[in-house]
């Protein structure tokens, strides 16, 4: 039996990032999990591609568009489960079990999220994402995304937009879409340029601009 597992990560000078992904991405190889992984590019001009040719990646590019790029990725992927991951995610430990259960479970899924650096800030704005996951079904992107190809057929796939791609398609899965038992780690770099307080902030009047119509074209400046 064929893995059954495509792995889909979108990147825009993502050298940094990659290989901490690769690195935790390496459980799923060894577990027969995974059947191939697909790195989305959006142009970029650094050594993303290498890193990924490197590891025997599939590859596509076109343009910086997150929904666009996941969208081809997936218009790639050959597996009966789709695992939709950004660059600077890093997974956790016995992932794949996790991973496992929720194919058995049919629905689809994504993981609770911590940051990458300690502190009482991380702390409440990662207890914020998680809390607004579970009560209105609204994870984001860096929680990862575990869905069944026919899911993802059945809710029209991501939609080519440059924002709020992961909320679209959030709130197509409805109520079926559950949070899985481990936390993956994301990268605070915006935290920590902007603060974390004004980040945040700024995070949730964009959730709320576009939950109340605003075209994500025009949310993507102030991003």
């Known amino acids: 039996m ?16 990659l290989p901490t992904l690769l690195s935790g991405l390496m459980e799923g190889i060894e577990a027969g999990l995974i059947r191939e992984l697909i790195v989305s590019d959006g ?20 343009a910086a568009s997150r929904g666009g790029q996941m969208r081809r990725g997936a218009g790639m992927a050959h597996g009966d489960w789709l695992l939709f991951l950004h660059a600077d995610t ?20 994504y993981f609770r999220l911590v940051f990458d650096v300690r502190g009482a800030a991380p702390r409440i704005v990662a207890g914020w994402a998680n809390l607004r996951s579970r009560l209105f079904g609204l994870p984001y992107g ?8 026919a899911d993802y057929d059945a809710a029209g796939g991501f939609d080519n937009i440059p924002l709020m791609e ?18 993956v780690q994301t990268g605070a770099a915006r935290y920590l340029r902007d603060g974390w307080a004004r980040r945040g902030a700024r995070n949730l009047w964009l959730l709320t601009r ?10 993507r400046s102030r991003y």
Do not use: F, K
């Open 2 to 17: 064929r893995a059954r597992l495509s792995v889909i990560v979108p990147t825009y000078n993502s050298a940094a990032e």
């Open 43 to 62: 142009g970029s001009t650094d050594a993303t591609w290498q890193i990924a040719d490197e590891v025997g990646a599939l590859w596509c590019n076109g």
């Open 90 to 109: 890093g997974l956790p430990a016995g992932w794949t079990g996790a991973v496992l259960a929720q194919m058995a479970d049919g629905r689809p899924g």
């Open 142 to 149: 860096d929680q990862g995304l575990l869905i069944s190809r």
């Open 166 to 183: 992961d909320v679209a398609m959030a709130r197509r899965l409805g109520p079926r879409l559950c949070m899985m038992p481990l936390a």
């Open 210 to 219: 576009y939950l109340t119509g605003a075209d994500p074209e025009v949310l």
